[in-house]
Nanobody, 120 residues
Framework: VQLQASGGGLVQPGGSLRLSCAASGRILRIDDMGWYRQAPGKQRELVASITRGGRTNYADSVKGRFTVSRDNGLNTVYLQMNSLKPEDTAVYYC???????????????WGQGTLVTVSS
């Protein structure tokens, strides 16, 4: 299973970006999907997650500004980021818990990371 993230870049404070992450491989089912981020010198933290049924969870720091969504048919998770702040600057990683075809249990997979820089 591979997760391919895209959509990062440089944006001014107050701007918007949309991240996408598509999973591919021998996928039977994807359970939770989400986004984490890691800023320089800091630990990786959860940004937002979404269950297969669409229930969402957000870090307090992004509530009201970020929206996580998914397309189960495309095995893709999205993160719409609005009103971006300099403190949102980080490498963003997508995550998915995947049950592969033929497997007995789900496993956690990570994307390669995409850099988001918020700066004027």
């Amino acid at each position: 299973v591979q997760l391919q993230a895209s959509g990062g870049g440089l944006v001014q404070p107050g701007g918007s970006l949309r991240l996408s992450c598509a999973a591919s491989g021998r996928i039977l089912r994807i359970d939770d999907m989400g986004w984490y981020r890691q800023a320089p010198g800091k630990q990786r933290e959860l940004v937002a997650s979404i269950t297969r049924g669409g229930r969402t969870n957000y870090a307090d720091s992004v509530k009201g500004r970020f929206t996580v969504s998914r397309d189960n048919g495309l095995n893709t998770v999205y993160l719409q980021m609005n009103s971006l702040k300099p403190e949102d600057t980080a490498v963003y990683y997508c995550n998915a818990r995947v049950l592969e075809i033929g497997a007995s249990y789900s496993m956690n997979y990570w994307g390669q990371g995409t850099l988001v820089t918020v700066s004027s």
